[in-house]
C-alpha cells in the first residue's frame, strides 16, 4: 500500500464492531503500514503503515514462542503515568520495548485512527514503501502510481538518506513512516541516492487512495491477481475477480511484497479457490481458534501463487493454506515468516497497545513465524515467466 504504505504485518484481532473475526495480522511492514480487520494486520514496508513495527528483521530459523508483553503490566505502566501528568503511550512503549515482543506496538489515538484508514485503502502522505537493508540503509521499494513520490521522479531502488534534513538511516521503518506522515498539503522534503548520486526532491503530501487488488489479462488464457495487501474489501475483489476469468484461464496468483493485513480479507481471498474447510488456526493466550474458508470457491481452476521474502503475515496464511491443501502450486522465493498474532487494548490516556498473544498455523499444523514457507519452485528472477511456465504444465495456454 502506499503512502505511508501501509504497514507490513498481520495481526489478529478480536472481534470487532461487529465482525466475525476480528483479527488482524500485522507483521512488520517495513516501512510500509498494512493491516487488517480480521485478525491480522500487515507490516510496515512503505510509509504507509501497515505494520508500526520497528525494523523489519527477520526472526532467526527454528524460533519458538514469540516474547510476549504482560497486557496487565502495559496497562498499569499507562494508567500510573497519566495519574502523574506524563506520557501513558510513552510509558506503556517503554514496557513493550523491554518485554522483547518485537511485533508489538503502542499507537495515540491519532496514529490508530490512521492505522485503521489505512486498512480502508486510504493514507496521508507521499506515496512511498521503505524498508530496512544491510547497515541500516532505507531502500524506496515501491511507488504508488500518481503520488506525490511518483510525479517528484522517486523510484523503487532508490536509497531514502535525509527526510527534512535529518538523516534515516538506521532508523526503524516506522521511523521513517512517522517522518513521512503529515497533514495534506505540507511539504516534506526527500533526499536520495540513486546510482551514485545525490537528488533532493521537495514534495507535499496528499490522501492517496490505492486499489489493493489488480487484475490483467496476460494472454493464452492467463490472469494476474495482484494483491498489495488485505485491507478491506479486497478478499471479495479477489472472489470476484476469479469469478470473471475466462472459462479455462489459469490464475497467477501475486502475493509478492504483500504485507499483511486484515485475517477475514485473507481468508475471504482464499475462498475464491477452496470450497469449505480449515485455512488456519491460531491461538490466543493459550485457546485454540480455527478459520474456515467459505463454500463455493472454484477448486478446478489451475492456480500459480507467487511469494517472496515480501510476502507476510496474513498473506503467508494464504499461502500456507493454498499449499497444504494442494490448491495451488507456489512459485518464487522463501517468504519473511511473520506467524504472530497481535492484538489490541485500550490503555488509559486513550492510545492502543497491539500485543503479541500468540501464533498461528496452517492446515497442515505448520507454524510459520520465523521460518516461512519455502515454495514449491524457487525462482528469484523472472518469476512471472516461471510461473507462467508451472501454469503450462498445468495444462493452460496453447
Not at 531502488?157 to 506522515?181: H, M
Request: hydrophobic letters at 40%; glycine letters at 16%.
Amino acid at each position: 500500500m502506499p503512502g505511508r504504505p501501509v504497514p507490513s504485518c498481520l495481526r489478529p484481532r478480536d472481534l470487532r464492531r461487529g465482525a466475525a473475526v476480528t483479527l488482524a495480522l500485522i507483521g512488520a511492514l517495513g516501512g510500509l503500514g498494512a493491516a487488517v480487520s480480521s485478525g491480522y494486520r500487515p507490516d510496515p514496508r512503505e510509509e504507509g503503515r501497515t505494520a508500526p513495527v520497528a525494523a523489519r528483521t527477520k526472526a532467526p530459523a527454528g524460533a519458538g514462542k514469540p516474547a510476549t508483553a504482560d497486557r496487565d503490566a502495559v496497562a498499569r505502566a499507562a494508567a500510573e503515568a497519566v495519574a502523574e501528568g506524563k506520557s501513558g503511550k510513552n510509558a506503556a512503549q517503554d514496557v513493550v520495548s523491554r518485554s522483547g515482543d518485537r511485533w508489538g506496538v503502542v499507537y495515540d489515538q491519532g496514529e490508530y485512527a490512521s492505522f485503521e484508514d489505512e486498512l480502508d485503502g486510504r493514507y496521508t502522505g507521499v506515496g512511498l514503501w521503505t524498508e530496512r537493508g544491510p547497515g541500516g540503509r532505507i531502500a524506496v521499494t515501491r511507488v504508488q502510481p500518481g503520488s506525490p513520490a511518483d510525479r517528484a521522479g522517486l523510484r523503487g531502488g532508490d536509497r531514502l538518506t535525509r527526510v527534512d534534513g535529518a538523516p534515516v538511516t538506521g532508523f526503524s521503518v516506522a521511523q521513517v513512516v512517522a517522518r513521512l506522515r503529515g497533514d495534506a498539503g505540507t511539504a516534506v522534503t526527500l533526499e536520495v541516492e540513486r546510482d551514485g548520486a545525490d537528488l533532493t526532491e521537495t514534495v507535499r503530501r496528499a490522501r492517496v487512495s490505492t486499489e489493493a487488488v489488480t487484475v490483467r489479462e496476460l494472454g493464452k488464457g492467463v490472469v494476474l491477481v495482484k494483491v498489495s495487501a488485505f485491507t478491506r474489501g479486497s478478499g471479495e475483489r479477489v472472489r470476484a475477480a476469479v469469478r470473471a476469468a475466462p472459462a479455462g484461464a489459469g490464475v497467477l496468483l501475486d502475493l509478492r511484497g504483500n504485507p499483511g493485513g486484515l485475517v477475514g480479507e485473507a481468508v475471504t481471498a482464499a475462498s475464491a479457490f477452496l470450497d469449505g474447510g480449515l485455512v488456519a488456526t491460531y491461538d490466543v493466550r493459550g485457546a485454540q481458534r480455527a478459520l474456515y474458508a467459505e463454500r463455493g470457491g472454484d477448486t478446478a481452476r489451475p492456480l500459480v501463487a507467487l511469494v517472496d521474502g515480501g510476502t507476510m503475515s496474513a498473506a503467508e496464511l494464504v499461502t500456507g493454506a493454498l499449499q497444504d491443501r494442494g490448491r495451488a502450486v507456489t512459485v518464487g522465493s522463501h517468504t519473511f515468516g511473520k506467524g504472530s498474532v497481535q492484538m489490541p487494548t485500550e490503555l488509559a490516556d486513550g492510545s492502543v497497545a497491539e500485543l503479541t498473544v500468540g501464533t498461528y498455523r496452517t492446515p497442515a499444523g505448520r507454524s510459520l513465524d520465523g521460518r516461512g514457507i519455502t515454495p514449491d519452485v524457487s525462482a528469484d528472477q523472472r518469476v512471472e515467466e516461471r510461473a507462467r511456465a508451472v501454469l503450462g504444465g498445468l495444462g493452460v495456454g496453447p
